[in-house]
């Protein structure tokens, strides 16, 4: 588990700026927030360095990649076995349309994000790829209708 790491107000300008764009340059963060392009790349390498940033990524649009259907599914095992958990936690996040896998407490063990064609190609996921495992004893599919990233998540000063 990582460290709570201290951040401040300018640190949350720019990761504000950052989750809403990623690829905002080193010009227009500084621009935006009010610091130098070289003291906004110091802060980006200390904030990388402590394990806030962990990357940077692109958003793809699954349905413009031809695969418009998502859905979670939640995942109960039927017992704790370390071994089987161990496969089970390797292996999901390798099955083909895996968006994200969330390891979870409470009722279910697992939550998987997956994209698929149709409903035909989700319930084949669930059947091909989840039942095969003995450990998996009960799953709950939802489809998703629209996907929202929140927007004011970074938590502010205390």
Not at 49 to 76: C, E, F, M, N, T
Request: no cysteine.
């Amino acid at each position: 588990m990582s460290q709570k790491v201290e951040i401040d107000d300018v640190d949350r300008k720019l990761l504000t700026v950052l989750s809403r764009d990623s690829r905002t340059s080193g010009a227009a963060l500084a621009s935006t927030v009010g610091i130098s392009e070289s003291t906004v790349s110091l802060r980006l390498k200390r904030l990388k360095s402590l394990g806030v940033i962990k990357g940077y990524g692109v958003d793809l649009d699954a349905a413009a990649l031809g695969v418009p259907l998502q859905a979670l599914i939640s995942i109960r095992l039927a017992k704790h076995d370390r071994a089987e958990i161990d496969a089970f936690t390797a292996a999901a996040p390798k099955f083909p349309g895996v968006v994200r896998m969330y390891h979870m407490a409470g009722a279910d063990d697992y939550l998987l994000h997956i994209v698929a064609t149709d409903t035909e190609a989700v319930q084949s996921f669930v059947l091909d790829y989840l039942t095969r495992y003995p450990a998996v004893a009960h799953t709950r599919t939802n489809l998703i209708y629209k996907v929202q990233d929140g927007t004011e998540w970074i938590p502010v000063g205390q």
